[in-house]
T-cell receptor
């Protein structure tokens, strides 16, 4: 079974609007961390935001926020006020603390395209 | 500044040849990882290491090997390259985790084409 599922292979958003990128995960480990990475067309992987499974509040980093719904096992990335530079691939990833050490398991990614 | 580098950035090789991709980090991180990225699959873990002389197989390790003789380097070897190994390869590193948070720092990637 897929551990990380990103159901939106591609999305469009109008510049200055908010967009939500979906991520659902599957784990029996009560202790885990969820990460989002951005990969622009240049290819590098850029860390965006992190949420721990015991964190009470949703993580925020500037225009990025993580909508963490633990019971539904979802960790959606919200980008507010989209910019043209946000056009990129976005990957959700999970680290299971007890089962997999320091490894990350990645989803298949969502390609976001911001329209001017 | 500390960094993680990969070489070569682009490589074309022929089926059956042995290929080694280099990864070097200057953060003194204990953990190092190799991933491959293919369309529709995201990043999949090939091998990883938690320290010198430690290596472990990941999800897609067949046809690949690694060795860790020092903290800074984790070379990835394709023993006999196959067309199915045409991909973009990323190396990553992270420090010892003291909690749930353990960001991985990625290299720029190596694009490998096997003809």
């Amino acid at each position: 079974a897929q551990k990380i599922t990103q159901t939106q292979p591609g999305m469009f958003v109008q510049e200055k609007e908010a967009v939500t990128l979906d991520c659902t995960y599957d784990t029996s480990d009560p202790s885990y961390g969820l990460f989002w990475y951005k990969q622009p067309s240049s290819g590098e992987m850029i860390f965006l935001i992190y949420q721990g499974s015991y964190d009470q509040q949703n993580a925020t980093e500037g225009r990025y926020s993580l909508n963490f719904q633990k019971a539904r096992k979802s960790a959606n990335l919200v980008i507010s006020a989209s910019q043209l530079g946000d056009s990129a691939m976005y990957f959700c990833a999970m680290r299971e603390v007890n089962n997999a050490g320091n490894m990350l398991t990645f989803g298949g990614g969502t390609r976001l395209m911001v329209k001017p | 500044d500390a960094e993680i580098t990969q070489s070569p950035r682009h490589k074309i090789t022929e089926t059956g040849r042995q290929v080694t991709l280099a990864c070097h980090q200057t953060w003194n991180h204990n953990n190092m990882f190799w991933y491959r990225q293919d369309l529709g699959h995201g990043l999949r873990l090939i091998h990883y290491s938690y320290g010198v002389h430690d290596t472990n197989k990941g999800e897609v390790s067949d046809g690949y090997s690694v060795s860790r003789s020092n903290t800074e380097d984790l070379p990835l070897t394709l023993e006999s390259a196959a067309s199915s190994q045409t991909s973009v390869y990323f190396c990553a590193s992270s420090p010892l985790a003291s909690g749930f948070y353990n960001e991985q720092f990625f290299g720029p990637g190596t694009r490998l084409t096997v003809l």
